[in-house]
């Protein structure tokens, strides 16, 4: 399994941005899709950002669409997430995932990740 370590979490008013990265152990970085999901308080873990291998394909939930952008950089084990417009309701603890290596070119469903981070907090204000 690779070791997934988020950062860039914060308070932020409504409007701002936030760009959380998460680094990732190990040689075979881009033979993994990765993704980006959200738990907020009280509610249930939640799909936010899809990003393929090679980082040509991306996908997005609804509710992030046009507002958030995932993205890696496979020669420094990294992918992101530019997060702008951000509203109270994007308040949660964010989790970076890895697919298993050689898996799924890309990814969206939670069991289909194996390892995850151990999360950053986002909070905004209104």
């Known amino acids: 399994q690779v070791q997934l370590v988020e950062s860039g979490g914060g308070l932020v008013q409504a409007g701002g941005s936030l760009r959380l990265s998460c680094a990732a152990s190990g040689r075979t970085f881009s033979s993994y899709a990765m993704g980006w999901f959200r738990q907020a308080p009280g509610k249930e873990r939640e799909f936010v950002a899809a990003?393929?291998?090679?980082?040509?394909?991306?996908y997005y939930a609804d509710s992030v669409k046009g507002r958030f952008t995932i993205s890696r950089d496979n020669a420094k084990n990294t992918v992101y997430l530019q997060m702008n417009s951000l509203k109270p309701e994007d308040t949660a603890v964010y989790y970076c995932?890895?697919?298993?290596?050689?898996?799924?070119?890309?990814?969206?469903?939670?069991?289909?990740?194996?390892?995850w981070g151990q999360g950053t907090q986002v909070t905004v204000s209104s």
């Open positions: 995932a890895a697919a298993p290596s050689l898996g799924p070119e890309i990814a969206t469903i939670q069991a289909d990740f194996g390892s």
């Open positions: 990003i393929s291998w090679s980082g040509g394909s991306t």
